[in-house]
Nanobody, 115 residues
Framework: QVQLEESGGGLVQAGGSLRLSCAAS????????MGWYRQAPGKERELVAV???????NYADSVKGRATISRGNAANTVYLQMNSLKPEDTAVYYCHALFSQTAYWGQGTQVTVSS
């Protein structure tokens, strides 16, 4: 089976930084993309950042200039560095992966940014 393990969430003051990590394990044949989504209370889940095969990245407008997604040295590992955090960044962040055109989700990690 394929599993996504997230880490790095927590409580941080506004203006601070966090680094989220996601490691995929299991039977992975072909890498398509990995990324991060988030869902805040009362809002729909939204894409934060994605990195695709070839290293192409995309970011939500709300985090451009503050977030950086990258692949780790280990295979099938992705990081999301978030700086200058704002209270509106508070959400459950979900790692997402697309392997062999099949989607996988992590269980989510809570990020809370205090005012």
């Amino acid at each position: 089976q394929v599993q996504l393990e997230e880490s790095g969430g927590g409580l941080v003051q506004a203006g601070g930084s966090l680094r989220l990590s996601c490691a995929a394990s299991g039977s992975i044949v072909s890498f398509n993309a990995m990324g991060w989504y988030r869902q805040a209370p009362g809002k729909e889940r939204e894409l934060v950042a994605v990195i695709k095969r070839g290293g192409i990245t995309n970011y939500a407008d709300s985090v451009k200039g503050r977030a950086t997604i990258s692949r780790g040295n280990a295979a099938n590992t992705v990081y999301l560095q978030m700086n200058s955090l704002k209270p509106e960044d508070t959400a459950v962040y979900y790692c997402h992966a697309l392997f062999s055109q099949t989607a996988y989700w992590g269980q989510g990690t809570q990020v809370t940014v205090s005012s």
